[in-house]
């Protein structure tokens, strides 16, 4: 029971393109600015913007640009209608303003994120940026260009248009509807071909139309069209690319192949073992290597730092996006979404509103076991899934952080690696849930992770990392669930004073799906211990049964409550438990926690959404445990 449901993560994007950062231009503090100076410094700017001469009219954008690197000046640039404003300019005859003007529409939206991003789309910027898409569709071939400079400035605006275009898709339904009704997917399949466009052009493409393909029907269709031409991307050997190039191509062909057989009834194995090639191949690259590269080419000194240099840096850095890509891919393959009808149709259901007492639950609902079909474990194994995986949770030690800290661009790098780490302990969530433990490498290599990943968990230095930590602990939840189903008697040495620092770390927790992780972990440790028939275990369960039910009682949320009752009850199934219930007077504490359970839930019941089902079922099965205890 109290599975936590597998969210399929959109593929994060930091600065794929490798274009220079608005960090590297020179911008005055805008933080120290007051209230009038900004509204100010805006009007000339918009004038400048709106200036017939181009080199006013570029010191504008430029100036904008500039600006957007600070979140709360995008969103207020945005909401003072810069859309239409700059709109047009996207279609003016002036490669350089158009260029300009999509590069500063792109930083607005990238920082100023959600509110950016209605802003923008409400001051109607997809209508000239889907003009721009067909102009590009009709008339663009970048090596037909004879003036070089020319090519090389209509690349660079096709790629922070797309990129504009791939973040507003991605977080916005609406500027997915405007495409569907342009048919921009037919458009951008055209740039699949990297004979003509290159790799680079290719590669953002296809990371747009990944995430224009996430749960578009009207997408997934027109792309069907081209699954060979992916197929045959795919296997195309590449030579005069680097190697973050290819990386990033392949894994993103990967993620749009994959979007493309989830809509299949006849699922391609075929194409499935060559993706997970393809992902392998990626995750094997070397991140420690990186990262002894990235430190010898970071000064100290932010003025040393040379445009060569920040080269290498944004090579280095395509290739931990393109792993963390492929460790978001993996995750969604082994993802139990859709596996399970029941859960979806709950979810689909009005019982949460009109009477949650009547939901009708079967407790095989999160017992369920997903499994993988053959081929796929087969592969998994071959490509020694796992161990690449894992290498991910863990590449910054303590001296690589502390040269990382010195400058800008460092620290950027150190928070890109942070995600690569949270989605690689997500990824092995989802990995050790829907493999057996012979595929994760046994009982002691399961344990091993579990031991590694609590030392991560339960460090004091993490105790305010949110990310980190509802990530780790759901794996470390994973793994020991795994170990609990396999009965293991491998807790042997455990004692109270190792339990105290995951007791320690619930009660100071106040996120609350990292609080549930924790909880299983504590219910799952103690079924284990039922099979060590010592005093020691026998007094670690009776700690950890007292902790769950005083940490119930002071509980606000009714769907956590849930979560700790349904561990308790899991914990006292079994008849040999009479004694230590006896011992704690579950009986009595349990009488005393249910009507404030059944107030609780009365008062948030039409506020649970997905945790509907967590409740309802606890709250149908508590009365009965309650019967068997008293007879």
């Known amino acids: 029971?109290?599975?936590?449901?597998?969210?399929?993560?959109?593929?994060?994007?930091?600065?794929?393109?490798?274009?220079?950062?608005?960090?590297?231009?020179?911008?005055?503090?805008?933080?120290?600015?007051?209230?009038?100076?900004?509204?100010?410094?805006?009007?000339?700017?918009?004038?400048?913007?709106?200036?017939?001469?181009?080199?006013?009219?570029?010191?504008?954008?430029?100036?904008?640009?500039?600006?957007?690197?600070?979140?709360?000046?995008?969103?207020?640039?945005?909401?003072?209608?810069?859309?239409?404003?700059?709109?047009?300019?996207?279609?003016?005859?002036?490669?350089?303003?158009?260029?300009?003007?999509?590069?500063?529409?792109?930083?607005?939206?990238?920082?100023?994120?959600?509110?950016?991003?209605?802003?923008?789309?409400?001051?109607?910027?997809?209508?000239?940026?889907?003009?721009?898409?067909?102009?590009?569709?009709?008339?663009?071939?970048?090596?037909?260009?004879?003036?070089?400079?020319?090519?090389?400035?209509?690349?660079?605006?096709?790629?922070?248009?797309?990129?504009?275009?791939?973040?507003?898709?991605?977080?916005?339904?609406?500027a997915v509807k405007c495409c569907n009704e342009n048919d921009i997917v037919s458009i951008l399949t055209k740039f699949f071909d990297i004979t003509i466009y290159g790799i680079e052009i290719a590669t953002i493409i296809t990371q747009c139309l990944l995430s224009l393909s996430e749960n578009n029907i009207n997408a997934i269709k027109k792309l069907k069209n081209f699954e060979d031409t992916l197929n045959q991307l795919l296997n195309t050997e590449i030579n005069n690319a680097n190697v973050s190039e290819v990386a990033c191509f392949k894994t993103a062909i990967s993620g749009l192949l994959i979007n493309l057989t989830n809509y299949e009834e006849n699922?391609?194995?075929?194409?499935?073992?060559?993706?997970?090639?393809?992902?392998?191949?990626?995750?094997?690259?070397?991140?420690?290597?990186?990262?002894?590269?990235?430190?010898?080419?970071?000064?100290?000194?932010?003025?040393?730092?040379?445009?060569?240099?920040k080269k290498k840096v944004q090579d280095n850095r395509r290739i931990f996006g393109a792993q963390q890509q492929a460790l978001e891919i993996l995750a969604n393959l082994c993802s139990e979404d859709q596996e399970n009808e029941n859960e979806s149709d709950l979810e689909n259901s009005d019982c949460e509103i009109e009477n949650i007492d009547d939901v009708c639950m079967d407790d095989k609902l999160y017992k369920t076991m997903f499994s993988l079909p053959l081929e796929i474990i087969e592969i998994f194994n071959i490509c020694n899934i796992i161990n690449k995986v894992w290498d991910k949770t863990r590449i910054i030690n303590k001296d690589t952080l502390e040269i990382l800290e010195q400058n800008v661009e460092g620290k950027d790098i150190i928070k890109q690696i942070h995600t690569l780490n949270c989605t690689a302990y997500l990824c092995l969530n989802n990995l050790i849930s829907c493999l057996e433990i012979d595929a994760l490498g046994g009982i002691e290599n399961v344990y091993r992770m579990w031991t590694e990943i609590g030392t991560i968990v339960f460090k004091d230095t993490n105790a305010n990392d949110t990310e980190l930590l509802e990530s780790a602990t759901a794996a470390m939840r994973a793994a020991i669930q795994k170990l609990s189903e396999e009965k293991?008697?491998?807790?042997?040495?455990?004692?109270?004073?190792?339990?105290?620092?995951?007791?320690?770390?619930?009660?100071?927790?106040?996120?609350?799906?990292?609080?549930?992780?924790l909880i299983r972990i504590l219910g799952n440790l103690a079924l284990i211990l039922r099979n060590n028939d010592t005093s020691e275990a026998h007094e670690i369960i009776k700690h950890i049964s007292i902790f769950l039910l005083d940490a119930c009682i002071l509980e606000s949320k009714v769907w956590v409550m849930a979560e700790f009752l349904d561990t308790i009850i899991d914990i006292y199934a079994e008849d040999n438990s009479d004694q230590l219930a006896n011992e704690i007077k579950l009986l009595e504490k349990l009488q005393n926690l249910i009507p404030c359970f059944k107030n609780k839930m009365r008062q948030q019941k039409k506020t649970l959404g997905d945790n509907v089902a967590i409740v309802s079922t606890v709250n149908m099965n508590i009365m009965k445990f309650i019967s068997t205890l008293m007879y």
Request: glycine fraction near 2%; hydrophobic fraction near 35%; charged fraction near 25%.
């Open 1 to 174: 029971m109290g599975k936590q449901k597998r969210q399929k993560n959109r593929p994060h994007k930091k600065n794929p393109t490798g274009l220079p950062s608005v960090k590297d231009f020179e911008t005055e503090e805008i933080d120290d600015v007051t209230n009038n100076d900004r509204e100010s410094a805006l009007r000339r700017v918009f004038e400048e913007i709106q200036s017939v001469n181009i080199e006013e009219k570029l010191s504008g954008l430029q100036t904008i640009e500039s600006m957007s690197y600070n979140s709360t000046l995008a969103i207020q640039i945005t909401k003072n209608g810069i859309a239409k404003i700059i709109g047009p300019l996207l279609v003016d005859k002036n490669i350089l303003i158009r260029t300009s003007s999509a590069s500063a529409l792109r930083y607005l939206a990238d920082n100023g994120r959600m509110e950016a991003h209605t802003n923008l789309l409400n001051d109607d910027i997809m209508s000239p940026l889907c003009t721009l898409l067909k102009q590009y569709y009709t008339d663009w071939q970048p090596k037909d260009h004879n003036e070089k400079n020319k090519a090389i400035d209509e690349k660079e605006a096709f790629i922070q248009v797309i990129t504009l275009l791939w973040t507003l898709c991605e977080h916005n339904e609406f």
């Open 488 to 517: 293991v008697n491998i807790f042997n040495c455990l004692t109270l004073a190792d339990v105290q620092p995951m007791l320690n770390r619930e009660q100071q927790c106040l996120n609350a799906n990292i609080q549930v992780n």
């Open 267 to 309: 699922i391609s194995m075929n194409i499935i073992c060559k993706v997970i090639n393809v992902l392998s191949d990626t995750l094997s690259i070397d991140c420690k290597q990186l990262l002894s590269n990235l430190i010898s080419i970071l000064p100290y000194e932010k003025n040393a730092f040379s445009s060569n240099a």
